[in-house]
């Protein structure tokens, strides 16, 4: 006759495969304004300085779900998308930049697997837009603080 007693680390499996779900559906139901990036250099550890300029990877994103999440016109930071939004990961939200002679303000975030580069994303009201602009490399110059 087989026993009917399950041991202790069935369970324990059971609770972490339930655990580990769970926070998976969590992390997709609640996209970029809920997420925290560890990493992202804020007021305290931004070691370049306000006022200079840095060379950064620039792309542009439309508002499409494939190049954003679930709600592809609200930034990161709670506002709907216009000109003159930048996404970038390495600046804190509400920084103020300068493209060319033109001001950004940072108020949306890119994937957390660009975390640790320096790439912003300018946003850009058509797909053809964005995909006209590419990638390039620019000169940017950061002037305030959120």
């Known amino acids: 006759m087989k026993s009917t007693k399950t041991n202790i680390n069935t369970y324990i499996v059971q609770f972490s495969a339930s655990l580990l779900i769970g926070v998976i559906s969590v992390v997709y139901a609640y996209p970029a304004p809920a997420l925290a990036f560890s990493n992202q250099i804020t007021p305290a550890n931004l070691s370049f300085g306000y006022g200079i300029s840095v060379d950064v990877i620039a792309s542009a994103y439309s508002s499409t779900p494939d190049q954003t ?40 975030r890119m994937n957390p697997r660009y975390n640790n580069v320096r790439i912003i994303d300018i946003w850009m009201p058509s797909r053809a837009e964005a995909k006209e602009f590419g990638t390039k490399t620019l000169s940017v110059q950061i002037l305030l603080p959120k």
């Open 69 to 108: 999440d679930a709600s592809p016109f609200i930034t990161a930071s709670g506002t709907h998308v216009r000109h003159g939004i930048v996404a970038s990961n390495f600046l804190p939200l509400g920084t103020k930049v300068r493209i060319g002679d033109e001001d950004f303000i940072v108020e949306d």
